[in-house]
C-alpha cells in the first residue's frame, strides 16, 4: 500500500547487513526504504513525519518460517483464517511468515492455496502471509509427532501437480529417505520450492541423498527424528556438518534444551539458523484446550501437548525466541538478528526483505537493546506500538 507522506526515523542504532549504524536515520516513502545514514546526510522530503528512536534497535521486519496459526484460530483446520491471524502478529516483531499447513487431507492444502491466492481482505494491515508451509504428508510415521497417521502417504508426482511458488507453495516438508521422495524432492525444487527435510527416520547417507536432490533446510531441529549420535549421526548430524544447509530451531527451552540450542549455535551461526516459533493456535491464549490439525491440543502456560504428552506445536513469539537464543548462547543482539530476518529471507530466495538496505520494503521492527518489541512497520505503514510510543 502507498504511504502518502515520507517517515523519517531518526537517532535509531540500525542493523544494517554491514552490522549497527549508531545514531542514523532512514527515510520511508512509498512502502520502501530510500535512504539511510547519519541524520545530517538524509534531505528531508516535503511533508516528512519524523519518528525519534533515541536508544532503540531499528531491525528489518523479523520472518517467521514455520507458524501452524494463533489467537484460537488453526491454519490446517481453517485456510481462510490466515489473514485474521496475520493482523495481530505485528505485536510480536513478525511481518512476514509462512501459513504452515500440517498432514491433512488434499482438499485442505487446496483450500490453503486457494485462500492465499484469493490475497488480502480489503484494508488489510497486518503481517505479510509470503506463501504456505506444507509439512507432510510425506513424513515418516515412526516420526509423525503431532501428525495424523490416517493421512501420510508415500511421495508421488502425482499429488504434488498444484503445488507451485505461483500457487503459494513456498516450502515443503517431507522425509528424504521415503520411496519416491528424491523424484519429488527434485521436480519441487526445479519449481523453486524451498525443500526441508523433517519428520524423519533418515540415516546420515539417506540425508545426503536428500541434499544433492534439492534439500538445503532442516525443520525444527532435534524433533521428530533421530536422536544424535557419534557412531550414527542420521539428519541431525547430516544438517549441522552440511555448511549449505539452514536449520529452523524452536528456542523455547521445551523442544530443545538450551545447551542443544548453544550447539546448534556453534555449529550453524546466524547464517544457517532461523528462529522458528512452530506456534498454534493457543498463541496468545490463555492455557486450554485448542485445535491442531485433526487433534485436541492441551495447553499450559509454557506448552502445547497432545493427551500422551507429545509436543504439538508451541505457544512460542519471535521476541521470546530472540531473547532466549541470546540468554542461552551468549550472543549479542547484533549476532542473533540475522537468523529472524535476512537467513529465512534467503532461505525463501527474497530480494526485497530481511535487510535495511534502499530499496528493500519498509518492513521493520523496532525494539530495545533486549530485544523487547516497541513498534512495528509492514511496508512502511505503522503496524503495532506499545504504550507510550510516540508516532
Given amino acids: 500500500m502507498a504511504q502518502p ?29 530510500q535512504a539511510l545514514g547519519s541524520l545530517a546526510q538524509l534531505p528531508t522530503p516535503p511533508g516528512v513525519r519524523r519518528i525519534e528512536a533515541d536508544g532503540l534497535i531499528l531491525s528489518p521486519g523479523w520472518i517467521d518460517l514455520q507458524f501452524n496459526g494463533g489467537f484460537g484460530r488453526d491454519f490446517t483446520d481453517e485456510p481462510e483464517c490466515i489473514w485474521e491471524v496475520g493482523v495481530q502478529l505485528p505485536q510480536f516483531g513478525t511481518t512476514a511468515f509462512l501459513p504452515t499447513i500440517i498432514t491433512s487431507p488434499p482438499d485442505k492444502i487446496d483450500r490453503a492455496i486457494e485462500a492465499w491466492k484469493q490475497g488480502p481482505p480489503p484494508g488489510y494491515s497486518g503481517a505479510i502471509p509470503l506463501g504456505l508451509h506444507i509439512e507432510g504428508p510425506f513424513l515418516n510415521p515412526a516420526k509423525k509427532g503431532a501428525h495424523n497417521p490416517q493421512y501420510l502417504r508415500q511421495p508421488d508426482l502425482d499429488a504434488v501437480r498444484q503445488w507451485h511458488v505461483e500457487n503459494g507453495v513456498r516450502l515443503v516438508t517431507l522425509a528424504p529417505e521415503l520411496a519416491g521422495a528424491l523424484d519429488v524432492i527434485r521436480e519441487l525444487r526445479a519449481r523453486n520450492i524451498v525443500l526441508s527435510a523433517g519428520h524423519s527416520m533418515a540415516d546420515f547417507d539417506q540425508a545426503q541423498a536428500g541434499f544433492q536432490a534439492g534439500v538445503s533446510y532442516g525443520t525444527h531441529l532435534f524433533n521428530a527424528m533421530p536422536r544424535l549420535d557419534h557412531r550414527s549421526p542420521g539428519l541431525i548430524g547430516a544438517l549441522l556438518n552440511n555448511p549449505e544447509a539452514v536449520i529452523g530451531v524452536i528456542v523455547d527451552g521445551i523442544h530443545v534444551h538450551p545447551a542443544m540450542v548453544s550447539l546448534a549455535w556453534k555449529a550453524k551461526g546466524s547464517q544457517g539458523l532461523t528462529l522458528v516459533t512452530d506456534a498454534m493456535a493457543a498463541l496468545g491464549m490463555q492455557p486450554g484446550q485448542y485445535r491442531l490439525g485433526d487433534f485436541d491440543v492441551t495447553v499450559d502456560q509454557t506448552s502445547a501437548r497432545l493427551s500422551d504428552g507429545t509436543l504439538a506445536g508451541s505457544i512460542l513469539t519471535q521476541d521470546l525466541a530472540l531473547r532466549n537464543l541470546m540468554d542461552f548462547t551468549g550472543c549479542s543482539l547484533e549476532e542473533a538478528l540475522p537468523a529472524l530476518t535476512q537467513t529465512p529471507a534467503q532461505v525463501l530466495g527474497l530480494t526485497s526483505k530481511g535487510r535495511i538496505s534502499p530499496g528493500y520494503d519498509a518492513d521493520l521492527t523496532l525494539l530495545t537493546p533486549r530485544g523487547e518489541v516497541v513498534a512495528v512497520f509492514v511496508s512502511g505503514e505503522l503496524r503495532f506500538s506499545s504504550p507510550g510510543f510516540n508516532f
Fill in 5 to 33: 507522506n515520507p517517515v523519517l526515523i531518526q537517532n535509531a542504532t540500525i542493523f544494517t547487513p554491514q552490522g549497527f549504524l549508531e545514531d542514523g536515520a532512514i527515510w520511508i516513502q512509498d512502502g520502501r526504504i
